[in-house]
């Protein structure tokens, strides 16, 4: 069999070890005769292919099977003249700000160049920035997408280079994706805040964001914990503009009931000035109302009382995202289509939702 087809098997081995779908590090690697049957080809061609693997670096020998010993293609230890675009959200976010830095890590390491620019929650901005990139000679993009609706998403599609996706996938475009469980993490947080017997509930959301997971897995929780729709209010404030969400957490918290109310927000900024709210009105925490926050940023720990808040690991993002986008750089990109890796999340929590006499052991 000509070499090049074990060269493309190879290219395609290394996409999808990159990609997750072959395992992760110490995991099993197939046998000769599985890969033999997975590509038909011959048993000679299939054990060549393993011994390179092997010689690589990439896998392992472990008795009479091989592991998986690392996911990264060899390539990826040699210097590059690569130029890498990453398209933030927000780099005023300290999430944001801190994916971008481990994936500029990454870039070096790789001997690559990073350049970052912010959509700032428009879609016409990112559209703008995106389009400068590849103007910009870049050999992929690492994106924190806004778009919304079909006809933004179609967008993508013009870019012309690699990209992969950090945060969340797409509706209509099959694409590679590191995500979060967002949903899954908005769900685990109501039945938290319904355990502290909280009837009544509020979200702060984001303007502009017209597909919220973490807003969806919230109502899910609470129905699952018999709360009637009626029992949230939902409130999208722009964060550009900290005087208006101010006005409109002011006004939720005058509005509010006798009851304990249980607020649960976007992200953790929302959740700080909403905590400030509650000590210029008086307000007792987590007594009184319960605040919720999404990100555990440093801010989360320092602030009184400390923020109850979701946590992902932010490192293993930008490595997923970046060792995906290089091997799509190298080696093309998947023949089967776009592959999302979910990364798990956590509640971590701290007193902003529990009574002290209540607090769960850590």
């Given at each position: 069999?000509?070499?090049s087809?074990s060269d493309?098997?190879l290219?395609?081995i ?5 990609a997750g779908k072959?395992g ?5 690697f ?6 033999a ?6 048993l ?5 292919i393993?011994s390179r ?15 998986i ?14 130029l890498?675009g990453?398209m933030?959200?927000?780099?005023e976010?300290p ?5 971008a830095c ?6 070096h390491s ?12 428009n879609?016409e ?7 400068m ?5 870049v050999?992929?993009?690492?994106i924190?997408?806004w778009a ?5 998403e179609a967008f993508?599609?013009?870019?012309n280079?690699?990209?992969v ?5 797409l509706?209509t ?6 995500l ?6 908005g769900?685990?947080m ?7 017997g909280?009837?009544?509930f ?10 919220d997971?973490?807003l969806?897995?919230f109502?899910t ?7 009637s729709?009626?029992?949230?209010s ?5 964060s550009?503009f900290p ?8 006004k939720l918290?005058?509005?509010?009931s006798g009851?304990r ?5 976007y ?8 905590i400030?709210c ?9 007594e ?17 009382p400390?923020?109850t ?22 080696f093309g ?8 890796r ?7 929590i701290?007193?902003?939702t529990v009574?002290?006499n209540?607090h769960?052991?850590r």
């Amino acid at each position: 069999m000509p070499a090049s087809k074990s060269d493309e098997i190879l290219k395609k081995i290394y996409r999808e070890l990159a990609a997750g779908k072959l395992g992760q590090v110490g995991t099993p690697f197939l046998t000769v005769r599985e890969l033999a049957a997975a590509e038909n080809i011959s048993l000679k061609t299939a054990f060549n292919i393993v011994s390179r693997l092997n010689n690589e670096g990439i896998i392992g020998k472990e008795g009479r099977s091989y592991k998986i010993l690392q996911t990264r293609p060899p390539a990826l230890n040699h210097k590059s003249s690569m130029l890498i675009g990453f398209m933030a959200t927000c780099l005023e976010s300290p999430f944001f700000a801190k994916l971008a830095c481990h994936a500029e890590e990454m870039a070096h390491s790789a001997g690559a160049s990073l350049i970052i620019a912010s959509s700032n929650y428009n879609f016409e901005t990112e559209k703008e920035r995106l389009e400068m990139f590849v103007r910009q000679g870049v050999s992929g993009i690492m994106i924190c997408p806004w778009a919304a609706t079909k006809k933004e998403e179609a967008f993508y599609k013009t870019l012309n280079v690699p990209f992969v996706l950090l945060g969340r996938k797409l509706e209509t475009i099959s694409c590679d994706a590191v995500l979060v469980n967002n949903q899954k993490a908005g769900t685990q947080m109501a039945h938290h805040l319904c355990k502290q017997g909280i009837k009544e509930f509020a979200y702060i959301g984001q303007q502009g964001k017209l597909l919220d997971s973490r807003l969806s897995g919230f109502r899910t929780g609470l129905m699952e914990n018999a709360i009637s729709e009626k029992c949230l209010s939902t409130h999208f404030l722009d964060s550009h503009f900290p005087e208006e969400c101010r006005k409109t957490i002011l006004k939720l918290l005058k509005n509010r009931s006798g009851a304990r109310l249980g607020i649960f927000c976007y992200h953790d900024l929302f959740a700080v000035r909403v905590i400030h709210c509650c000590a210029e009105l008086g307000i007792k925490i987590p007594e009184e109302v319960s605040v919720a926050g999404f990100d555990d940023l440093p801010a989360a720990k320092e602030i009184y009382p400390p923020l109850t808040s979701v946590s992902y690991p932010v490192p293993e993002m930008a490595r997923i995202a970046f060792e995906t986008l290089y091997a799509k750089i190298r080696f093309g990109s998947h023949p089967d289509g776009g592959i999302a890796r979910y990364l798990d999340s956590k509640c971590v929590i701290r007193e902003s939702t529990v009574i002290k006499n209540n607090h769960p052991k850590r």
